[in-house]
């Protein structure tokens, strides 16, 4: 691995640097963890697991103020396009190449819907991504619950580092989490999309002892606008 540099700004939201900047999620208006503004975010790709309103939350804004590209289901691709949003649009189990990153759509168990006005509009499925990038390889697993699946990751893709949700009643908890590490067997595990809401509380120190009883992958509780040097 060289050169990466993985940043939580919250909830599902990580920004990758590696000479350039992927911005996955970003949730930051109406999210309380977050310490930055959005338009303090520069990135050269974005990446949206699915279109609730706290993972595709300030996409479209971002991206109107600096071109940048979209990556996301194809369903959500054509809203954007609606929107006058350089959008690129791919499926489960597709991959894409964008300058030296490679992009893999991966399953999620989980619901989509896009919030437009008043309008409930259908978004595609739910997904997870795996970048690989300067020979790091990330999965991003998205909003999802426990499937089996999650192994054939872990056997195809190799993952160094698992972004996995833990808060439990929409998503994971710590336990069912802990069994998704079993599964992909990365070499570091961070947990994410916990605490930012009271529904979704979570002492992720359960999480990290959890996986300690299952296997060797080491977990790393990051702290909001921390940066982990890959």
């Not at 919250?10 to 640097?17: L, N, P, R, Y």
């Not at 999210?31 to 930055?36: D, G």
């Not at 872990?154 to 993952?159: A, E, Q, S, T």
């Amino acid at each position: 691995m060289y050169g990466v540099q993985l940043i939580w700004h919250g909830h599902a939201c990580f920004e990758i640097k590696a000479g350039y900047s992927v911005v996955i999620d970003p949730f930051i208006k109406g999210n309380p963890m977050a310490k930055i503004l959005p338009e303090e975010l520069e990135p050269d790709f974005i990446l949206v697991t699915h279109a609730h309103y706290d993972h595709l939350g300030d996409t479209i804004e971002i991206a109107k103020r600096t071109g940048c590209k979209v990556i996301v289901i194809h369903e959500l691709a054509n809203f954007l396009k609606s929107k006058n949003i350089l959008a690129e649009g791919m499926n489960i189990g597709g991959r894409i190449k964008i300058d030296d990153i490679s992009v893999v759509m991966t399953d999620a168990n989980h619901s989509s819907s896009i919030a437009d006005s008043e309008l409930k509009l259908y978004g595609g499925r739910a997904a997870g991504f795996v970048l690989e990038i300067n020979g790091c390889s990330i999965y991003h697993a998205g909003d999802t619950g426990l499937f089996g699946d999650m192994q054939l990751i872990g056997d195809f893709y190799k993952p160094d580092v698992a972004l996995l949700p833990i808060g439990g009643r929409y998503t994971m908890d710590p336990e069912d989490a802990a069994r998704a590490v079993s599964l992909v067997r990365p070499k570091i595990a961070i947990p994410m999309h916990y605490n930012t809401f009271n529904m979704i509380t979570q002492n992720p120190l359960d999480f990290k002892h959890r996986v300690m009883e299952l296997c060797d992958t080491e977990v790393l509780i990051m702290e909001v606008e921390d940066i982990l040097e890959l």
